[in-house]
């Protein structure tokens, strides 16, 4: 599909002087995903052998560029590397990793409930009896001490992310005495294990950027140029990690992103590192893009209204539409959201709507997973599917066949996961030995008579501990073990056992087709480069599209529809509850924004007088703030 022609702006940036640091304030729908591909073109086209690096939010957004620039010219997949901040690290980790002592299997921990037996297991070894911490009666006392061990997790991924040193922790986190040696120990665990965690990629890939020049050198003379995707939502870790990167000899930097959209504080996140370090540091010019390409007027103004004269409306903007209605309950609500997208998809057609109306081009945005039950259920009643847009984070295997496959993996690619043998050995039925670890050897050895085909799981285990780790034959293996499933359905099958089957070759075809993904995008042959990809979210593939999406607003940041429609504007659920100051209301006001400029055509804002809490209680509700603002 060939592009549209560039606005001058748009131009002027994308075949701005090629060696210099450039940032690109880009608004909502000012095209910055097309101007950073283009500006990657040039780059690529005016240079003969110099490679470029572009970092990306998401690796659904890795792919996007990837696709535009397919074909754009014969060595240029050579020259360009694409992909998130962390997909990059961890492959120079794989690569260098062994040059800081990191085993050459490290495994990605990216479930936290993994992390927090290791945790756990650390205090243990500390001489902490939290097990017995653990064991009160009380339910309610339970919670509370499973939520205190789950702040302490949080309190790692912070002092990664921002890069605390010991004073800083003990100042920032006066509550958790002892917090340094109790990171520590969690650390010591992790590579005990020889695991790492979701941030020790970045972590550890930045340590090594710093600590082996040479390595860094390597990346340095190859990839002279580099590109970043909405650089807003960079945190202290992210930013000096693309500063190592770089080095000293690295300066064509290009940063493109908008303060207004800077939505994951949560994540340690500042505007900080594009508005102030990034000039600072690398001597960047600022050009801002502020013509809205996507929007029509009627949304514009709703977005100038949350931040004022952040959008400029182009000549040829529709006209377009936006309505605030208020609901008695969330359940009135649920039902006039549904009857009005009925309406829309009688209409068949519209001047403002390119092609047919149909349901994939609505989404319905809510400000968390929560509030869409009543619309959940009137959406059912009414036989309208519907599907929620998730996050690239790949979803547990649910059969007892998935389960062992997955953990199997796991231990087959790190003998040391602990963790997962003892989880798998607990899912066979199998009581660990005191006396030896536990092995796929020793889990195969016998048949597990309190496992759903005990056989199969046998088989299973038996064929994974078989496969060549570094070049494994899945084909073989997924044909094996469909063949075997078959096999085992009769028609004396339980009701149960006939689903557990079903869903079985069902997790058993997504195994295969996450390998053949992995295997098309070239991102190895190995086992253990297959497992870590999956847990940076590299192989979730193409999500569910039939139906109505329902959507949260930072699952659906960066995507846009033709119809939105904004529920629950109320105070405590859109701005949060947990949003107490000045700069959480300001981060909620960024997210506000990102919502309402999801919308190419119609906005559709709505709000409930009350509301029925999870215990029952019916409160009554406060229409968010934002809607006063959108209508002064």
Known sequence: MAELTLSPTQQAIVSAPIGGALLVLASAGSGKTRVLTERVRHILASTKKDGVVAFTFTNAAAAEIKQRLKGAGDDFEERLWVGTLHSVAQRILEQYGHTIALPANFQIIERDVDRMELFMQSLRDAGVDIDDYLAVSDEREHRNRERILQNYLSTFSVIKREMLTEEEASARFPEQANIWQIFQDYQRALLASDGIDFDDVLVLAHRLLLMQDWVANIYRTKFRHLCVDEAQDLNRLQFEFIKAFCGNSVRSVLFVGDPNQMIYGFNGSSAEYMMSR??????????????????????????????????????????????????????????????????????????????????????????????????????????????????????????????????????????????????????????????????????????????????????????????????????????????????????????????????????????????????????????????????????????????????????????????????????????????????????????????????RRWLYISYPHSRRMPWGDVRSQTRSRFLDEIEH
């Open 278 to 599: 990034f000039p600072a540091e690398f001597g960047a010019s600022i050009v801002k893009l502020n013509e809205n390409y996507r929007s029509t007027r009627a949304v514009i103004a709703v977005a100038n209204k949350l931040k004022p004269n952040t959008q400029e409306v182009t000549q040829f903007a529709l006209q377009g539409g936006m309505s605030i209605t208020p609901y008695d309950d969330e359940v009135a609500e649920a039902t006039g959201v549904v009857h009005t997208i009925e309406h829309l998809l009688s209409l068949g057609v519209h001047p403002e709507i390119e092609g047919q109306i149909g349901l994939d081009k609505i989404v319905v945005i809510g400000r968390n997973r929560f509030v869409f039950s009543a619309l959940e259920e009137e959406l059912s009643k009414r036989n309208i599917p519907f599907y929620f847009r998730k996050g690239e984070r790949l979803s547990d295997a649910n059969s007892l066949f998935g389960r062992v496959l997955d953990n199997a993996i796991r231990l087959k690619v790190n003998p040391k996961d602990w963790v997962n043998a003892n989880r798998l050995a607990a899912l066979l039925g199998r009581k660990p030995p005191s006396d030896q670890a536990v092995t796929l050897e020793w889990l195969a050895s016998e048949a597990s008579p309190s496992a759903a085909f005990p056989a199969i799981q046998t088989s299973l285990l038996k064929r994974i501990g078989h496969l060549d780790a570094e070049q494994p034959n899945i084909r073989k293996f997924v044909a094996d073990c469909e063949t075997e499933l078959n096999q085992a359905a009769s028609d004396n099958l339980s009701d149960f056992d006939r689903s557990e089957l079903e869903r079985s070759l069902v997790e058993l075809h997504e195994f295969h087709e996450r390998w053949t993904l992995f295997k098309s995008k070239g991102m190895g042959t190995s086992l253990v480069a297959f497992r870590n990809a999956m847990a940076l979210g590299q192989l979730a593939g193409d999500q569910q599209t039939a139906g109505l999406a329902l959507s949260t607003v930072h699952t659906m940041k960066g995507l846009e529809k033709d119809i939105v429609f904004l529920i629950q504007m109320c105070e405590g659920v859109f701005p949060d509850y947990r949003a107490q100051s000045a700069a959480q209301i300001h981060e909620e006001r960024n997210a506000m924004f990102v919502a309402v400029t999801r919308a």
